[in-house]
C-alpha cells in the first residue's frame, strides 16, 4: 500500500540517547478509481498550473478544485472510490521512502565521482580535469559507462527506514534516519512491514 507525502525536514528524537529522524507529511488523497491490478487514480493537490485537461479529470471524477494533480498508487483490497485510508500507518514497523534527490545540475567529474583532480602547484594545467578517457589502438573507443561531467542529482532513489511513529490526526510520519530529496519535495512512501 502507497501513501504521497511531502517531506518536512529533519529533527531529533529527546531521548537519551538522541536519534536523527525526518518528518514527512502525508498529504491528503482521494481515491477517484479503483482498477482490478490493485491499483488506484489519486487525486491530489499541487502547485501546478490549472488548465482545461485537469478541469475535465475533475469533472469526470467529481473532485473539488483544491485537487488539481492525478496519480496511480497500489492501494489495499477493499479500497473504494474516496478519501484513502491511512490508518494503515499506524501498525507500520518499516516503510520504503522513493523520493528525487536534490539536482545540482551540471557538474564536473571531481564533485559528480569524486576524482582527486591534478596538484595544486605551479607550472601545471590539470586542475579538476578528467584527464585521459582514451584506449589503446584496441579498441579504440571510449568505454560505455565511462565516468565523466554531466547531470548529477535528480535521480529517484529509495531508501528503507524504521517508523518510530505517526499522528494521525495531523498526518505526520516520522522516519528514523534520513531519506534523499530537498525539503518539500513529494514522493510516494510504501509499507514493508
Same mark, same amino acid.
Given at each position: ?9 529533519? $529533527? ?31 487525486? =491530489? ?7 482545461? $485537461? @485537469? ?5 469526470? =471524477? ?10 496511480? @498508487? ?17 501498525? !507500520? !514497523? ?27 602547484? &605551479?607550472? &601545471? ?26 547531470? =548529477? ?11 518510530? $511513529? =505517526? ?27
Amino acid at each position: 500500500m502507497e501513501f504521497i507525502i511531502e517531506k518536512i525536514g529533519m $529533527s531529533r528524537t529527546v531521548d537519551v540517547p538522541s536519534v536523527p529522524v525526518t518528518l514527512l507529511k502525508v498529504v491528503d488523497t482521494k481515491v477517484c478509481e479503483v482498477r482490478e491490478d490493485g491499483k488506484a487514480l489519486v487525486a =491530489y493537490n499541487s502547485s501546478k498550473k490549472f488548465n482545461k $485537461s @485537469i478541469e475535465g479529470q475533475q469533472a469526470k =471524477y467529481g473532485v473539488s478544485k483544491e485537487f488539481n494533480k492525478f496519480m496511480t @498508487i497500489s492501494v489495499a483490497e477493499g479500497t473504494e472510490a474516496g478519501d484513502l485510508n491511512t490508518a494503515a500507518l499506524t501498525e !507500520a !514497523a518499516v516503510v520504503k521512502t522513493s523520493l528525487n534527490t536534490k539536482g545540482r545540475g551540471f557538474q564536473g567529474a571531481v564533485k559528480r565521482h569524486g576524482f582527486s583532480g591534478g596538484p595544486a602547484s &605551479h607550472g &601545471h594545467r590539470f586542475g579538476r580535469r578528467v584527464g585521459s578517457i582514451g584506449m589503446c589502438e584496441w579498441p579504440g573507443r571510449v568505454q560505455p559507462g565511462q565516468k565523466m561531467p554531466g547531470q =548529477y542529482g535528480n535521480t529517484k532513489v529509495t531508501v528503507k527506514n524504521e517508523v518510530i $511513529s =505517526y499522528d494521525a490526526e495531523n498526518g505526520i510520519l516520522v522516519l528514523k534516519g534520513s531519506i534523499p530529496g530537498a525539503n518539500g519535495s513529494r514522493g510516494l512512501v510504501r509499507i514493508v512491514k
